[in-house]
């Protein structure tokens, strides 16, 4: 037996070596000793001076599951089956994710950025919680610090269950995000999802998952909130640019790659069954498919709680899950937590007839994933649907408890329960998971209820034995710092960014530009706004690149004449949420179109009715927005081109163009030379595939509408149903299509996914 004490924050942390078997780590201040037998070791983490079952590393992960679950009590269980709300490290002390040290703001208690918050040390004592969803984090360092001190508390508390923490995706090149709430930090840098879709290469997603598996772990990270794999068939919904696109083929191809990345270890990493310590939990999301809100509407508003089906295309949905997430390449086999939508998916529930949030739906969870698909890993809901709504329509915050809006906070568990749910997304709290127990109690008994509670905590157990964090959860802050963001990872996300790009135009052979050009890049003006929480944004007017950089490729000039090109850096036209506080205040239903062009956009093609609405007096029946007006907030995005055009005075024009959407393109198209397309990339990529360093090679992972009439009689849940764009070079902005320098890309992955042009 060995003791090896590494620098760490925690000086207790021991370490102790079983020939051909797992190194143990255990904190000595958790009160947890080591037992011998046989000549192994294993850690007492129940302190009962005797090798259980779910202490013994040599058993199978469900077998030390099920011991475990056995000894639990109904309270621990119910712990187990919270995921806690956002937590930063360290924690913020205004806004959303405030929380305190000591009864004190983080600036005024002098604690150290890994110490534990007042909060977290009550939901990890108090009400049992293991699953802890980190956003930002102040270093690598930092946050390996933190993962011990967690991991050493709850080793120490009750039976010894180590925390399972989670994120949300932190690579991306643009770490504003909303839905990755800032974090990131120090760590390897990727196009956003739909950017990995444009390479049309499951091996650069794959890759992409190995790397970011280790940088996870390496954070304390075991379980990735992702991969995102809805259909994006709806070409207005915001969350397009977390998708794979809107083809089945391709995001059930890519999600497969991405999963298979993300959970397998090899070699000595190994435990079982593919499973090891490089191994990341993937809940893939959001079953049965998101991206067919009526008129493009996101769910986690008010506004935007239908899913709706005008195609009766339903089907098609559920191919990147079921072909995709849920038949792996590798050992794994399937993605071990799957993560429904907050949707209503109106009018698909054939057995019961309830039109009520996906998780709350019997028939979507139990009939359909767990019985017709046999999906039996864990099952959580999205953040916030037990919690009551705001009468905001539009508020990113309000609790999102669509169709059970009558029932109680612990009603909703107990139906959420009954649905064949395993974890409450967002609920640090066990107290109505322990009133909705009661009622399964008082309706089933108390045999039903305690086999039904067991039943989710050996699903939720099962994804942490297998990873290994029983024997040994704890961190090298040191060696997180050398393995997060090393140069190798940084270098080949830097790649896969470059496949990534997309040029839809070079008029004349364009590009590639000769190396120091001279280039005129104007300043985008940002009008104020506010985020996705809310919160004010200031208005801001400033280059949207970065100018040192810019300055290693080009000859920067603020003077037009003095430029061989303009380079102009614009945005998807961004309109809002679909609904107006004003229009509800003026008499109005509230409801207002999405638009995807950056002039003002009168809604003359939407519908007379809309397919989906709430009935409540307080709520809204027919959303139709036919004959409203909407303007992108950043219709400046458009005159700037078009200025840039003017003061050019016929010298070229190129478009780098952001795509977080598709987007109409026909309001600048025909005034500028050459268009590249990216997906959050980092600047000195453009500037190298302009610059003929890289040759472009991405492909559109989604139509582009001609116009917005297009856009408005496209079906929700139909893909490729949209009239494409066409260029004054005669080229359509379809899905698969993108240049290199030779013209039209056309090789094996164009030729096994493009699709036949169905525009309605």
Known sequence: MTNKQPQSVEDTIQYVTNPGGPTLGYSTASGVTILEQDGLYFKDLNKDGTLDKYEDWRLPAEERARDLASKMTIEQIAGLMLYSRHQSIPAVSRGWFASTYNGKSYEESGAKPWELTDEQ????????????????????????????????????????????????????????????????????????????????????????????????????????????????????????????????????????????????????????????????????????????????????????????????????????????????????GKASAVMPYYTISVNQDTVNGENVGNSYNKYLIKDLLRDKYGYDGVVCTDWLITADETDARDSFLSGKPWGVEELSVAERHYRLLMAGVDQFGGNNEMGPVLEAYQMGVAEHGEAYMRRRFE????????????????????????????VVGNPEFMKEGYEAQLKSVVMLKNKNQLLPVQPKSTVYIPKILTPAGKDWFGNPTPESYEYPVNMQVAAKYFNVTDNPDEADFALVCIRSPKSGTGYSQEDADQGGNGYVPLSLQYRPYTAEHAREAS???????????????????????????????????????????????????????????????????????????????????????????????????????QFEDVPHDMECHVDSEDHVYDFGFGLNWSGVIDDERTRKYKKVHIGR
């Open 121 to 332: 040390i009550a939901f990890l004592a108090k009400d049992h919680l293991r699953h802890i969803l980190i956003t930002t984090v102040e270093s690598p360092e930092v946050a390996a610090r933190w993962s011990n001190k967690v991991q050493a508390f709850a080793e120490g508390t009750g039976l010894g269950i180590p925390a399972n923490n989670s994120s949300d995706p932190r690579h991306g090149s643009d770490s504003s995000s909303e839905f990755n709430a800032g974090s990131g930090g120090k760590i390897s840098m990727w196009p956003e999802t739909l950017g990995l879709a444009a390479t049309f290469d499951p091996a650069v997603t794959e890759r992409f998952g190995e790397i970011a598996a280790k940088e996870y772990r390496a954070l304390g990270i075991a379980t990735a909130l992702s991969p995102q794999v809805d259909i994006a068939t709806d070409p207005r919904w915001f969350r397009f640019n977390g998708t794979f696109g809107e083809d089945s083929q391709l995001s059930a191809d890519m999600a497969r790659a991405y999963i298979d990345g993300f959970q397998t270890s090899t070699g000595e990493q190994e435990i079982s069954g593919g499973w090891g310590y490089d191994s990341v939990n993937a809940m893939v999301k959001h079953w049965p498919g998101g991206g067919s809100g009526e008129g493009g509407r996101d769910a986690h508003y008010g506004c935007g709680k239908y899913a709706v089906y005008p195609g009766n295309n339903f089907e098609e949905h559920l191919i990147p899950f079921v072909d995709g997430a849920f038949k792996l390449s590798g050992e794994t």
């Open 455 to 482: 039943e989710s905590a050996v699903r939720l157990l099962r994804n942490m034995f297998r990873l290994g964090l029983f024997e040994n959860p704890y961190l090298d802050p040191e060696t997180s710092a050398r």
């Open 611 to 713: 397919l989906a609405g709430d009935a409540r007096a307080e709520d809204v029946l027919n959303r139709s927005y036919k004959g409203k007006t909407v303007t992108a907030h950043n219709t400046a995005d458009l005159d700037t081109v078009l200025e840039a055009k003017q003061k050019m005075k016929g010298k070229p024009v190129v478009v780098s163009l952001l795509l977080s959407n598709p987007t109409v393109v026909e309001e600048f198209e025909g005034e500028v030379d050459a268009i590249l397309a990216n997906f959050g990339v980092q600047d000195q990529a453009v500037f190298e595939i302009l610059t003929g360093v890289v040759e472009p090679s991405g492909l559109l992972p989604m139509q582009m509408p001609a116009n917005m009439k297009t856009v408005e009689e």
